[in-house]
């Protein structure tokens, strides 16, 4: 298989990951997004550091084949890795909900509030600026966030194409994070997986180490966003 990272040379690629669960547990829900038009570097300083990783600690390379899990990774791991990510030519965005202010019933609808979500940060990103250009949105495909990838790619093409009216090329990509060339999505997972902490817990440590690079910043409901 071709590396697909080649094809999005000079694009500019919008990476999501989440973190936190609709509604099971916890009070917030994370969005995150890395936007770069440097998709290559970022898969290869990942993938390199993944590997010194693995190296160091056997243990975590028998649990995937390509990936240490955020949420599995040691401390020291997390740190360096988004010290590592705020250093690449990037930012980050986010949106965040507070699922104690959501509407039960929206919250029974996981995929159309997650859709919702997603629609909200992506039109802070996206706008008449980017008219002529492609857009790459890329997710991982190992979440509960969309029953039907499908749905997604119309509805955010419908909006953003048909509602909005830009002239972009929109290309939606779901890769498997554990997938050899999808260490990006990685990325984002360890950047969701700070951010969540951040507000969930008031950890400020793995945050610290890209708040640099934050540009957007979304809070859903915003009138009462942890009151």
Not at 187 to 211: C, T
């Amino acid at each position: 298989m071709k590396n697909p990272h080649n094809k999005y040379e000079n694009e500019r690629c919008l990476i999501f990951d989440e973190s936190g669960n609709l509604g099971n547990s916890g009070r917030y829900f994370v969005i995150a997004c890395i936007d770069t038009k440097n998709y290559k570097s970022l898969h290869n300083v990942m993938k390199n550091k993944l590997r010194i990783a693995k190296k160091q600690f056997p243990e975590l390379a028998l649990l995937h084949s390509n990936e240490i899990k955020a949420k599995e990774a040691y401390p020291c791991i997390k740190y360096h890795i988004l010290e590592t990510i705020a250093k690449k030519e990037l930012s980050i965005s986010y949106i965040v909900a507070d699922l104690k202010h959501v509407k039960p019933a929206l919250l029974k609808e996981k995929n159309i509030f997650y859709n919702y979500l997603m629609r909200l940060l992506i039109d802070r990103l996206v706008s008449q600026k980017d008219n002529g250009n492609t857009i790459n949105i890329i997710c991982d495909n190992h979440t509960n966030k969309v029953g039907s990838v499908n749905s997604f790619e119309e509805y955010i093409k419908l909006h953003l194409i048909y509602e909005k009216n830009y002239d972009i090329q929109l290309n939606t990509e779901y890769m498997d994070s554990d997938d050899r060339h999808a260490y990006p999505v990685q990325a984002a997972d360890y950047v969701a997986n700070a951010l969540y902490g951040y507000f969930e817990y008031k950890d400020e440590l793995y945050y610290g180490q890209f708040k640099s690079c934050i540009d957007k910043k979304l809070k859903f409901p915003s009138k009462t966003f942890s009151t």
